[in-house]
């Protein structure tokens, strides 16, 4: 429960605002009328606006805001029918970049996973199986692993066999780039670079296909 500290009997109800002194009601008054709109933009125009005991009590809500709007921004310039942005990560000691395998006269197959993640590991037999039937074919894939300790990554991709290569997104540059808030996320770029699908259930084979 939060509260502003000032002379009077300030009554306390858990699930209600503060009331019984003046500045407690004018600014509570004003965080519900903040907290009334539905679009991000106009309630973070309105913190903007408000009184430093606002801004200071809702300085969490417009963090909060301010990291999905960039989520839903970066989600919307990686979008399909975009070109593809380049990022860049590690594997051992080297860099790498996703524009190492784009542009180079295939298509990249691109999933975002990590090790601690369930249905991550239960998509990678079904990357392995499209790399060995694709890869004389003008198919690419590429891993990127996410949110995840290298010598974790390191271990799963030696126990589960995954031949193709990987970028080790350690500083989240890639996953940020590309709006990514859950894995597995799978993103097919063309071989001139445009992004055509991305998602968490694609039935890649049949995208390739067709």
Partial sequence: LRFIAESGTISLDFGSNPYGTSLNEIVFKEIDHIKSHNDSETILRLIEGSSSLTKSILQDTEKGLRSRLALEQNVEKTSPGKMYTDFKG?????????????????????????SWCGPCREKIPELIALHNSYRNEGVEVVGVSVSDKPENTLKMIERLGIPYPQ????????????????????????????????????????????
Avoid: H, M, Q
């Fill in 90 to 114: 590690t594997y051992g000691d080297s860099v790498i970049r996703l524009s190492d395998y784009v542009c180079k006269g295939k298509y990249v197959i691109v999933d975002f996973w990590a």
């Fill in 167 to 210: 970028i080790f997104d350690t500083s989240g540059e890639g996953a940020k780039t590309y709006g990514i808030s859950t894995i597995p996320e799978i993103i097919i770029i063309s071989p001139e670079g445009k992004i055509l699908v991305r998602g968490n259930d694609i039935d890649i084979e049949s995208y390739l296909r067709g």
